[in-house]
């Protein structure tokens, strides 16, 4: 066999490969002798067709078949020999077999990138410090009341947290517009659902008003027809409501699992969840910056391969998200959405492998129960779900994976330039992931 390599474009490498003739000739004879032996040729007895009769009716799928097996396993001694490591399924381009004349094929793939962890003591960290005090824990016991709150209709102009019930239709240029009427609807001021304008305009109006809003769309509406355009809305106002909130009785602590119904101890509960929640946010914001700093201090090219596998995973994610659609009849997403977010956990899987690799990180058993431990304090019995962890050894695996990843930015971030900031809870839960 003889082996040319050649660099078409970045990771893309293209082997040429030659196989000799006679290697390709004794193979094909070969299987022609292993058919004549076992196939059944009219007028002939069971094993003794000649082998020119054999060729002539098998001899194309059996040089097909050949060479199919030839450019594979020639393949993978070759990338061996040539000390290369592709990033995925080659492209084959065979010549004809011909009997006589030695076999060349090429393969075209990418490799992976030769990757090496460097300026570590140049990442940057701030690490948030954080800590549940009682006003942050009053207003999350608020957030509750309002979760349960009754709406009581009232006579007053609406204000921020009202709920007011409408009739409108909208227009622009004097014409009114698919899906721009509606009938008592309901929208509680504040919540941000509608477009700029439309919101503060229902401020201190009240019930009977009829008015006109004037508002504009975005320029990123969804809507192609109505971008950037100035519209008017005639509203109608028919009720307005404000949240009546729950006292904190017995009856209501009962809602969320406090047996007793006593306060003190829904507060409890209510801060060690907050407290858990605020843990795995600061957490998620020191491993957001040691990444950043990683790509940062190492620029890495990426196989497009690679990439192409991490869209179609996102992808499916996408779908499961949007209520388990089956992939095969669900709408295709394009690639351009998936696309940023993929060539960076790319990029971050091929660095962290090499964190971990250079320093032989391997999986701390005290760190996996940490895990395990933390992901099971949400449940009603956490033990249970701890001891269903450790006994079943796919689910385990996994873990001990996170902890590797857990440990490899730990490494980081020991190497790295750290400094605290304090923050309020609020701050660190409020950010964009948190928690995640």
Do not use: C
């Not at 070759?78 to 009997?99: D, F, R, Y």
């Not at 809507?223 to 106002?237: D, M, R, T, Y």
Request: proline share 5%; aromatic share 6%.
């Amino acid at each position: 066999m003889q082996v040319s390599v050649e660099t078409t474009q970045g990771l893309e490498r293209r082997l040429t490969i030659t196989v000799p003739a006679d290697k390709v000739e004794g193979e094909v004879n070969s299987r022609l002798r292993q058919l004549a032996k076992t196939r059944r040729i009219d007028g002939f007895r069971p094993g003794k067709a000649p082998l020119t009769v054999i060729k002539k009716m098998f001899g194309s799928s059996v040089e097909a078949d050949v060479a199919g097996d030839l450019m594979q396993r020639n393949f993978f001694e070759a990338v061996i020999s040539e000390k290369l490591n592709p990033a995925g399924m080659p492209t084959m381009e065979p010549s004809a077999l011909k009997a006589g004349e030695d076999f060349t094929f090429t393969a075209t793939f990418e490799v992976y990138p030769e990757v090496e962890v460097k300026g570590l003591d140049a990442v940057s960290v701030e690490k948030p410090q954080a800590e549940v005090n009682d006003a942050d824990l009053d207003k999350m016991i608020d957030t509750l009341r309002k979760q349960h709150a009754d709406w009581v209709a009232v006579e007053r102009e609406a204000t921020t947290d009202d709920r007011v019930t409408m009739n409108f239709v909208g227009s622009v240029d004097g014409e009114e517009f698919e899906g721009g009427a509606a009938e008592d609807f309901v929208l509680v001021l504040g919540s941000g659902r509608m477009i700029p304008g439309f919101e503060e305009g229902l401020m201190g109006k009240k019930v009977g008003d009829d008015f006109t809003l004037e508002v504009t769309f975005p320029e990123e509406y969804h809507a192609e027809n109505l971008k950037g355009k100035p519209a008017q809305f005639a509203v109608a106002v028919t009720k307005v409501e404000a949240q009546q909130l729950p006292e904190l009785t017995e009856e209501f602590v009962q809602r969320f699992g406090i047996a007793d119904g006593n306060v003190d101890g829904l507060k409890a509960e209510v801060r060690k969840n907050m407290e858990r929640e605020l843990a795995q946010a600061l957490k998620a914001s020191v491993k957001e910056q040691v990444i950043d700093g990683l790509l940062e201090q190492n620029p890495v090219d990426v196989p497009k391969s690679l990439i192409d596998n991490e869209i179609e995973t996102l992808r499916k994610q996408a779908l499961q998200r949007f209520g388990g659609m089956d992939p095969n009849n669900a709408p295709q997403l394009p690639a351009e959405l998936f696309q940023e977010q993929a060539e960076r956990r790319v990029r971050v899987g091929l660095l962290l492998g090499e964190v971990i690799k250079a320093n032989e990180i391997k999986a701390d058993d005290a760190k996996v129960q940490e895990i395990i431990a933390s992901m099971s304090a949400a449940y009603e019995d956490p033990s249970e779900v701890v001891a269903y962890y450790n006994e079943n050894p796919e689910l385990l695996e996994n873990v001990r994976n996170l902890a590797i990843e857990d440990q490899a930015i730990e490494f980081v971030l020991s190497q790295a330039k750290v400094s605290d900031k304090q923050v309020n809870f609020d701050d660190v839960m409020n950010k964009p992931g948190a928690g995640a």
